[in-house]
């Protein structure tokens, strides 16, 4: 099978013209509150696959956003963006079981085996902001955008290439926008928590490289998205 070419693969995302939306819209969460206004305008990831029919019988994890550049060489990068709204100040269960290990250990009524349960969870349990900025790419690069193209050859009539092998071959950046933090604050929690979250994702980016599912990632604060527009040349 005949590999899809840049071409190609920009005329199947631009037959999602509909889906062609500013950030000020895409970056809106459940209560109608965008985290990002902008007039800069993305492919709506979310949209295009609640519309496929063929991922009807199920909701797959996708990015918000899908973006790409093609240079001049023609090398070409694809983004998957997501938009992620979170409390930071806001303590998570992760953190409330390292003050429930503290109380545990403190405890007279806790069993041993309790105890030995408790350091289980916590040992295993991971961050849940962490776990879904992880599956969201796979399941949007492996599973969404060949489901998408699938249907797309079908609604078209058009021979299907080989959308896999291209997805494999070409550049794909992970970009991550989260919740305002003031940046200037010396003693800044919710930016502690950002760096902290900031490493686990890294830990688990490492996988994701090895298995080519993403090339590069970043996670910034909402405010510095004019600041990525400018620093990879989308302006």
């Known amino acids: 099978m005949d590999v899809l070419t840049n071409k190609e693969f920009i005329n199947f995302i631009k037959s999602h013209e509909k889906f062609y939306e500013d950030i000020t819209e895409i ?3 459940n209560s109608g509150k965008p985290l990002i206004e902008n007039d800069f305008k993305m492919y709506s990831l979310d949209e295009m696959c609640w519309d496929c029919e063929l991922l009807e019988e199920y909701t797959p994890k996708t990015t918000d956003a899908l973006f790409f550049k093609e240079s001049l060489d023609g090398n070409f990068t694809l983004y998957i963006i997501e938009f992620k709204f979170h409390n930071f100040n806001k303590p998570n269960a992760k953190d409330m079981l390292k003050i429930m290990e503290s109380d545990v250990k403190k405890s007279d009524c806790a ?8 350091r289980k969870i916590k040992k295993y349990y991971g961050d849940e902001v962490e776990f879904s900025l992880i599956l969201k790419p796979i399941e949007s690069l492996s599973v969404v955008i060949p489901a998408l193209y699938e249907q797309y050859c079908i609604d078209n009539d058009i021979p299907q290439k080989d959308i ?72």
Request: aromatic content about 16%; proline content about 1%.
């Open 27 to 29: 970056s809106k969460n």
């Open 164 to 235: 896999r092998t291209f997805l494999d071959n070409v550049k794909k950046k992970l970009i991550v926008f989260i919740s305002h933090y003031d940046d200037k604050r010396k003693h800044n929690k919710s930016k502690q928590r950002v760096q902290t979250m900031g490493v686990g994702v890294e830990n688990n980016y490492q996988r994701l490289k090895k298995g080519n599912i993403i090339d590069y990632y970043d996670i910034y604060p909402s405010f510095k998205f004019s600041y990525f527009l400018s620093y990879e040349r989308l302006i």
């Open 111 to 118: 069993s041993d085996k309790f105890k030995n349960n408790f």
